[in-house]
């Protein structure tokens, strides 16, 4: 990343000059510019039309009841405001998004993603863990690695298509469970090749969707790789954002553009608080991983082992999310998690992987001591799940039955274990690699107000991205006066 020296003869004659001196704006980061986007800023209109429309409908989803922008909504900084979402099977938007009547097979068990400038070059992976990442030595021939190893297929144009490749393949968040639909079957029977092109069966009957598809490329022939990359073309554009007071200021040169505490705050974090260590860059992240003691709230990824959990609820023992360690096996990266950017950080809560904070404010303080906020965590209270189906049986014997009353108990004992168990809890906190820092109540105001001033208002007015309607005529999700509706 460049460095550069901020205008300090701007800055003399501003009166500012004592919380703002030149030596601690040495590292502020390039403004970023149209080359620093996939397709140079601009994609193809009607790709991403098509992709705008791809977005919002529910046709992507093994049972046609939930869309991408269930999850990444743009007028909730787009997520969904809640810690973990409510996945397929769901009813309801945001705060009041509950189950539906089918129930749902649990929580999704990390906070979705904001879908801010992940159109930027400078993202080299995917997720909150990064499990898609280019693949430079061509070990498969899509280029990149990724769960689906070598089943992804070839012609996707970057890794943000790629990325879209892979949430139509989760049964909790849009496929379903074996049996309930051919896109789900196949997925449970490891034959994502089969999902894919199910999925763009579907696009292929419908007039309209075949019509858009030749507009964007030319011919008649609907893939879904062809999908992802409008998804990617859409993304990179719709949710390009760096309109902030911050972006503004390192635009122009002109720190001044902020407010005296915002300076204030910046210079804390590009300096004595330590933040750029992790944060920085223009989108004020290395997208690295580093594990920072975040408490996991929610049913965890499937990884670790604790009999404790088996024994008191009888359900299967692995609520751990070892984060990056699951991608990499290597020790070092235990409970080690990408970091966020912090563009529109201030829009985009609940906040850390999991959503285990409510507040920015809390999440900072979590920074200053770690491991003691670990421990000293009130899990965030999570909505309950009305309808769940559990599931029974092996391979093609396979049934899903509403969870048994006398098992829910145990069931939901699982959404704070990690947290209750001084063991693994412990797990966490012997893997944290941020070393406490004092800061003053002051001091971390002016974090708040700096980190204020990287967040744009005005993109939650992003809910016109949001269709009137879809080819596939099932309504747009989230509709526009759900989306409007914070
Ligand atoms: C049920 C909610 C849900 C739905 C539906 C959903 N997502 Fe996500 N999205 C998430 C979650 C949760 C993550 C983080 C997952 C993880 O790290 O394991 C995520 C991550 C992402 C990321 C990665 C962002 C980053 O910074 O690494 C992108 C891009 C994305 N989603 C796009 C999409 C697209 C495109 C669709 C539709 C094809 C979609 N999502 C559907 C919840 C959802
Ligand atoms: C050692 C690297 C590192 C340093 C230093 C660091 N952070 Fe973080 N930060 C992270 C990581 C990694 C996460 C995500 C952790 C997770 O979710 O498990 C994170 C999460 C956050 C979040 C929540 C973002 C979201 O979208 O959930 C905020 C806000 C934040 N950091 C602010 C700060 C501030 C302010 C400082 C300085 C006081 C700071 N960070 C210092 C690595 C760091």
């Not at 789900?184 to 007039?207: K, M, Q, Y």
């Not at 011919?219 to 998804?231: D, K, M, S, Y």
């Not at 001044?256 to 944060?279: I, P, V, W």
């Amino acid at each position: 990343m460049k460095t550069r020296i901020i205008n300090c003869t701007r800055l003399s004659t501003a009166i500012v000059v004592a919380s703002f001196s030149c030596v601690q704006a040495r590292d502020l980061p390039e403004p970023l510019t149209d080359s620093d986007f996939l397709y140079e800023g601009s994609p193809d209109a009607e790709v991403f039309e098509l992709g705008r429309m791809l977005f919002f409908d529910p046709i992507l989803s093994g049972n046609l009841n939930i869309s991408c922008g269930t999850c990444h909504s743009p007028a909730h900084g787009t997520g969904d405001g809640i810690s973990l979402s409510i996945g397929e099977g769901g009813q309801g938007f945001a705060k009041s998004r509950r189950t539906g009547p089918e129930g749902v097979i649990g929580r999704v068990p990390r906070n979705a993603q904001p879908l801010y400038n992940v159109g930027a070059k400078s993202y080299t992976s995917f997720f909150h863990d990064g499990r898609l990442e280019p693949d430079p030595l061509g070990t498969f021939q899509s280029g990149f690695w990724s769960p689906a190893r070598e089943h992804l297929p070839e012609g996707l144009d970057n890794l943000l298509a790629a990325q879209a490749m892979f949430p139509v393949l989760s049964p909790v968040e849009m496929a379903g469970q074996k049996g309930e639909n051919p896109v789900a079957t196949a997925v449970a029977e490891g034959r994502p090749t089969d999902a894919w092109s199910h999925l763009a069966n579907r696009l292929a009957e419908i007039p309209e969707y075949r019509a858009m598809f030749k507009a964007a490329f030319g011919h008649g022939e609907v893939t879904f790789v062809q999908a992802a990359n409008a998804l990617a073309a859409f993304q990179s554009k719709a949710f390009r954002s760096h309109e902030s007071p911050y972006s503004q200021a390192l635009k122009d040169n002109d720190p001044t553009l902020l407010s005296d505490a915002a300076r204030e705050g910046m210079k804390l974090f590009f300096g004595e608080a330590g933040c750029s260590a992790c944060h920085s860059g223009p989108l004020l992240t290395d997208h690295k991983f580093h594990a920072v003691a975040m408490p996991q709230v929610g049913p965890g990824k499937g990884h670790g082992s604790d009999t404790g959990y088996w024994r008191a609820s009888g359900f299967m023992d692995r609520v751990e999310d070892e984060g990056r360690f699951r991608v990499t096996f290597d020790p070092k990266d235990k409970f080690a998690f990408r970091t966020p950017s912090l563009i529109n950080v201030s829009l985009t809560g609940p906040w850390g992987h999991s959503g285990a904070y409510n507040t920015l404010e809390a999440v900072v303080k979590h920074h200053l001591n770690p491991v003691a906020s670990l421990h000293a965590y009130d899990p965030v209270s999570l909505p309950h799940l009305d309808d769940v189906i559990e599931q029974t049986g092996e391979g093609s014997q396979l049934i899903f039955r509403p969870l048994n009353p006398a098992r829910a108990g145990g069931y939901f004992l699982r959404d704070q274990w990690v947290q209750s168990s001084g063991k693994l809890r412990g797990h966490i906190a012997g893997a944290n690699d941020l070393m406490p820092i004092t800061l003053s109540n002051a001091q971390i105001s002016a974090i708040l107000e700096f980190l204020e001033s990287a967040s744009d208002p005005a993109v939650l007015d992003l809910v016109d991205l949001i269709p009137a309607s879809v080819p596939s005529g099932l309504a747009p999700q989230p509709t526009r006066h759900q989306g409007a509706s914070k």
